[in-house]
């Protein structure tokens, strides 16, 4: 009963937070303004949702560690909880900075790395993972990267999914009382009692940031979330619990995780920054699909159910159940995701594939643009050089190259044997050309004319390695001359 009392306690205390942060995110103008591309607001709201959460949990915790001292059944709070409230600061003002002023994606990676390995030091460490059907792998070696990764995987998840009104606070929401459920099985009462401190102050957000909102998370508090989550995850009393705690929030957050991986994935094949923004992500494509902010919303929620609830299995089987589940699930989810465009199959193969024809090509041109380079240098006429380029551009791939002497009606030619007749057939072709000045010391030599015929070829190298080449031929050209006159 004490429980229940402390949380409705801080479920009405949060409230009152929550409106008054509120009040003051948009009399200092902390607020979010509307995009109309991807943000689905209309008009200016604030971003303090993580100083109502982190205020809030802080004044009801506080309130137990003087107050009701017994409900935590011990004399001294342990050290990791007062290294898991530095870090919550630093990470709250790092969010709070990015609201206000964007700073750049690898600044607040830098950030997050720091924290991470500040609490890596106190402790929070992943060094045993327990995996179904293989059993407790050792990640002793790699420990510090590994708990680098999970403390900026969950922070940026959660980050990333905070795209509609309430998102990314009830997913927190779900993967909290999850972990509630498992600190309340271990018996761990100071963790119990900060879970459902946290869970109360989150609902009574909630209640402010489903849609319509009239407050956000912002980056300071998405942030705040995800490191809550992957913080406590590491608080255990024993190694074999941690191992297990780290898989309950990770299927209890699978929606984010699921959405981030793809968003990965798709950003890659396309070619563009994994940090720019897009209108792919789940919620975006639901929307898109006729549906009100609240049908998506509740939707996504309905989905987060399935995975806490798989978690929660995880806790009580501890075998191999919860993930035939997981695994159906994520089957389920990557065929919605391939039938509605959220992941491109074939634009992922295809980025494979042409990545290994480029690196392959690319380096069999690099051997030969080497050799060609130390060939140079006991050249005596212009022809000769001409011969050593030669493999360079077959290496290339190329077509056809023309090198015209700026002041003198002379060429240099070399082409493939089949240029003249070419590739017949009704497929599309592309065919490209490239001229390329070369000169040194304000002297122009001539000019190379490059050609290639491809079907959707990638050349992402080429023009770096011909730079290379037109540079070396300059600087010979320009010896040969001086040596013959």
Same mark, same amino acid.
């Given at each position: 009963?004490?429980?229940?009392?402390?949380?409705?306690?801080?479920?009405?205390?949060?409230?009152?937070?929550?409106?008054?942060? /509120?009040?003051?995110?948009?009399?200092?103008?902390?607020?979010?303004?509307?995009?109309?591309?991807?943000?689905?607001?209309?008009?200016?709201?604030?971003?303090?949702?993580?100083?109502?959460?982190?205020?809030?949990?802080?004044?009801?915790?506080?309130?137990?560690?003087?107050?009701?001292?017994?409900?935590?059944?011990?004399?001294?709070?342990?050290?990791?909880?007062?290294?898991?409230?530095?870090?919550?600061?630093?990470?709250?003002?790092?969010?709070?900075?990015?609201?206000?002023?964007?700073?750049?994606?690898?600044?607040?990676?830098?950030?997050?790395?720091?924290?991470?390995?500040?609490?890596?030091?106190?402790?929070?460490?992943? $060094?045993?993972?327990?995996?179904?059907?293989?059993?407790?792998?050792?990640?002793?070696?790699?420990?510090?990267?590994?708990?680098?990764?999970?403390?900026?995987?969950?922070?940026?998840?959660?980050?990333?999914?905070?795209?509609?009104?309430?998102?990314?606070?009830?997913? @927190?929401?779900?993967?909290?009382?999850?972990?509630?459920?498992? @600190?309340?099985?271990?018996?761990?009462?100071? !963790?119990?009692?900060?879970?459902?401190?946290? @869970?109360?102050?989150?609902?009574?957000? !909630?209640?402010?940031?489903?849609?319509?909102?009239?407050?956000?998370?912002?980056?300071?508090?998405?942030?705040?979330?995800?490191?809550?989550?992957?913080?406590? @995850?590491?608080?255990?009393?024993?190694?074999?619990?941690?191992?297990?705690?780290?898989?309950?929030?990770?299927?209890?957050?699978?929606?984010?995780?699921?959405?981030?991986?793809?968003?990965?994935? *798709?950003?890659?094949?396309? /070619?563009?920054?994994?940090?720019?923004?897009? /209108?792919?992500?789940?919620?975006?494509?639901?929307?898109?699909?006729?549906?009100?902010?609240?049908?998506?919303?509740?939707?996504?929620?309905?989905?987060?159910?399935?995975?806490?609830?798989?978690?929660?299995?995880?806790?009580?089987? *501890?075998?191999?159940?919860?993930?035939?589940?997981?695994?159906?699930?994520?089957?389920?989810?990557?065929?919605?995701?391939? *039938?509605?465009?959220?992941? $491109?199959?074939?634009?992922?193969?295809?980025?494979?594939?042409?990545?290994?024809?480029?690196?392959?090509?690319?380096?069999?041109?690099?051997?030969?643009?080497?050799?060609?380079?130390?060939?140079?240098?006991?050249?005596?006429?212009?022809?000769?050089?001409?011969?050593?380029?030669?493999?360079?551009?077959?290496?290339?791939?190329?077509?056809?190259?023309?090198?015209?002497?700026?002041?003198?009606?002379?060429?240099?030619?070399?082409?493939?044997?089949?240029?003249?007749?070419?590739?017949?057939?009704?497929?599309?072709?592309?065919?490209?050309?490239?001229?390329?000045?070369?000169?040194?010391?304000?002297?122009?030599?001539?000019?190379?004319?490059?050609?290639?015929?491809?079907?959707?070829?990638?050349? /992402?190298?080429?023009?770096?390695?011909? $730079?290379?080449? *037109?540079?070396?031929?300059?600087?010979?050209?320009?010896?040969?001359?001086?040596?013959?006159?």
């Amino acid at each position: 009963m004490p429980y229940l009392y402390l949380t409705l306690f801080t479920f009405l205390g949060s409230l009152i937070i929550t409106l008054i942060c /509120r009040y003051f995110g948009h009399k200092w103008k902390i607020v979010d303004q509307p995009d109309n591309y991807r943000k689905v607001h209309k008009k200016p709201i604030p971003l303090v949702g993580g100083y109502s959460i982190f205020i809030s949990s802080l004044l009801s915790f506080l309130f137990v560690l003087f107050f009701q001292k017994d409900l935590i059944k011990s004399e001294v709070i342990d050290p990791q909880m007062w290294a898991l409230l530095v870090g919550a600061i630093i990470i709250l003002l790092t969010g709070g900075y990015d609201d206000l002023h964007d700073i750049k994606p690898r600044h607040k990676a830098l950030m997050q790395a720091f924290v991470a390995s500040l609490l890596y030091i106190m402790g929070f460490a992943i $060094n045993k993972v327990s995996i179904p059907y293989i059993g407790t792998v050792d990640f002793t070696m790699i420990s510090y990267p590994m708990t680098l990764f999970w403390f900026m995987g969950c922070m940026n998840v959660i980050n990333l999914l905070d795209g509609l009104d309430g998102l990314a606070g009830g997913v @927190s929401l779900f993967a909290i009382i999850t972990l509630t459920v498992n @600190s309340a099985n271990s018996g761990n009462t100071t !963790l119990l009692i900060l879970n459902l401190i946290v @869970s109360a102050t989150l609902l009574a957000f !909630l209640v402010f940031n489903f849609n319509p909102a009239s407050i956000f998370l912002g980056d300071a508090g998405s942030m705040l979330l995800g490191y809550y989550i992957a913080t406590i @995850s590491l608080i255990s009393s024993t190694k074999a619990e941690t191992a297990l705690t780290l898989a309950i929030p990770f299927i209890a957050i699978g929606l984010p995780v699921f959405d981030t991986i793809v968003a990965f994935l *798709r950003r890659w094949s396309r /070619r563009v920054p994994i940090s720019s923004a897009d /209108r792919k992500h789940i919620h975006h494509v639901l929307l898109s699909s006729g549906l009100s902010t609240k049908s998506v919303v509740l939707i996504l929620y309905a989905i987060c159910i399935v995975f806490s609830s798989v978690s929660y299995l995880l806790i009580l089987k *501890r075998d191999g159940t919860a993930m035939i589940f997981l695994s159906i699930i994520l089957f389920v989810a990557f065929l919605y995701a391939k *039938r509605y465009g959220i992941i $491109n199959t074939e634009q992922i193969i295809k980025r494979i594939k042409e990545d290994r024809f480029e690196n392959k090509r690319s380096s069999l041109a690099q051997v030969e643009l080497e050799k060609a380079l130390h060939q140079f240098e006991k050249a005596i006429s212009h022809e000769e050089i001409w011969e050593y380029a030669i493999p360079v551009f077959e290496a290339m791939q190329l077509d056809k190259t023309i090198f015209e002497f700026e002041d003198q009606d002379k060429q240099l030619i070399w082409k493939k044997d089949n240029w003249e007749t070419g590739p017949i057939t009704n497929e599309i072709i592309d065919k490209w050309s490239l001229f390329l000045k070369v000169f040194k010391d304000h002297i122009v030599y001539g000019k190379i004319e490059v050609w290639k015929v491809s079907q959707g070829t990638p050349v /992402r190298d080429i023009f770096m390695q011909l $730079n290379t080449l *037109r540079e070396a031929i300059a600087i010979h050209f320009e010896r040969i001359e001086k040596e013959q006159g």
